[in-house]
């Protein structure tokens, strides 16, 4: 295994809107604007729901990939 981290396919999901869950049961939805290899993030336009169901305008946000636990599309991607 190579140390060199592969890019992530995130290209088509460039200017969409996502929904990430991140660990510590939070979750933000946001407009992707760009990403690394090391699937480190940023989104804008972005909301943060916790658990308890409250919602923050968090704005633009840059997300450690690490923190990533699943990534889901809520526009249509062609």
Known sequence: ???RAH???LKKYMDKRLQLRLNGNRTITGIL???DPYMNVVLD???EE???HQKF???MVVVRGNS???IEALE???
């Open 1 to 3: 295994m190579s140390g």
């Open 76 to 78: 249509r991607i062609l």
């Open 68 to 70: 990533v636990v699943l």
């Open 57 to 59: 305008n968090i704005g």
């Open 7 to 9: 890019p992530p396919e």
């Open 45 to 47: 336009d972005c909301v």
């Open 50 to 52: 916790r658990s308890s």
């Open 33 to 35: 604007r760009g990403f």
